[in-house]
């Protein structure tokens, strides 16, 4: 296999990531909101501020994304 296939394949592996990295980022900010609502009680704030700061982490791994793509 030559380099530039290899390459190829390298830079699809990554992006085909990237949804995973959505979703597990979304996932994981309601997780820790609704774990901590529940030890303080504060149903559901801190449950709509983790998810927000989730959706931020995902946007901020899209638009590395975009960055690195505009590199290549």
Do not use: C, W
Request: proline share 1%; hydrophobic share 55%; aromatic share 10%.
């Amino acid at each position: 296999m030559n380099k530039e296939i290899a390459q190829i394949f390298k830079e699809l592996s990554y992006y085909s990531s990237l949804g995973l990295q959505v979703g597990i980022s979304i996932l994981l900010g309601i997780g820790i909101g609704i774990f901590l609502d529940q030890h303080f009680g504060t149903t559901p704030v801190l449950m709509l501020i983790f998810l927000g700061l989730g959706i931020a982490a995902a946007f901020r791994n899209l638009l590395l994304a975009i960055k690195r793509s505009k590199k290549i």
